[in-house]
């Protein structure tokens, strides 16, 4: 038992500090709610990236300059590629989901008939860089393709009933994203890349979508009427439509991302869109709603504007702004076109800009580099040796 004094002696204590106590529990709340904010933004591993298309061929189909290609990349302080593998309806590699179909009467294949995405990636782990394989034509095809050839009725249709758009591309038709076959031959041909393969993810642009003309086909119409009790409006972007056809795209995309990461939980499911007010009422393409669903491990928006005011005011948008506290986020960059070059004051004014706000940056595309350029394959290479003075290699989670 305690005596009288002893007991007193502990109230007189506790009511002395017990202002000293307040003091110290108001200024941790107040420590801990400074230091939120801090803990979320936290820099994130900045992208230097490059697109290889099919221009780039000549260079990927050959094992030494590809091992030219990477060694330049990095010593340029480059960390992340990004190659073509789903371009005009085919695959870059050998594909057993693709010859299945009927789709791919032939195989590309390196000059000595090696696999040209597993010698790409192979070298490019060597020197510590990323691979990110790029399905670049998304739900696009041409209308000459064995795909659109053997597979009609898996292409959707305007209301007019016509089945093709113009691209950069050329005339093209859209595979219908809201049939369940189309889902799952897309699906069967993104896991057999990422499991065939060491790719460190998979990347979806702009073309996983569908522009807002489509989805007058006797499937969706069918569709949209039985979960509305309406037909589709004759107003192809009426709003009630256009987010119908945006939300089912999305629920696709979570379906995909959750079956990449059941076979690879650590692959980075990368999206490379335009910016997102053209994305969705143009292409019903979500993409702030997929990142604020997670599915997004790392978004580059497609900035290719050569008027520095406009390149400027779009990568301000806030969702990018948004997107980086929580993501790799970067913007791509137009490196230059055959036909139409793009200066080097150019291109590092664009790059200082996207750096001044925190983003990476990742170039289309790879011989457009240096090549069909005007200045000397030497100025070029010194210009983009400016950008990343230091390296930044980005860590493989095997």
Known sequence: MKSPFIAQSWRRLFKSLFPILILI???TVLLVDSFAPAIAQLPRQEIRGVWMTTNDFDTLKD?????????QLRRLNFNTIYPVVWNSGYVMYPSAIAQRAGIQPFIYKGSDGHDILADLINQAHRKGLLVIPWFEFGFMAPPTSELALNYPDWFTQK??????SNSAAGEVMWLNPFLPQVQQFITNLVLETITQYDADGIQFDDHMSLPYEFGYDQYTVALYTKETKNAPPRDAQDVAWVKWRADKITAFMVQLNQAVKQRKPQAIFSVSPNYHDFAYKFHLQDWLTWMRQNIVDELIV????PDMQSFVANISRPEIQEAQKIIPTGIGIMAGLRNNPVPMQQIKSQVRAAQERGLGVTFFYYESLWNDSLESLNERQVGFGSLFPSPALRARVE
């Open 25 to 27: 529990s108001f200024i």
């Open 302 to 305: 497609q900035v290719y504007r």
């Open 159 to 164: 209301r007019d009933g016509s089945q093709t």
């Open 63 to 71: 094992r030494e300059k590809v091992q030219d290609a990477v060694s």
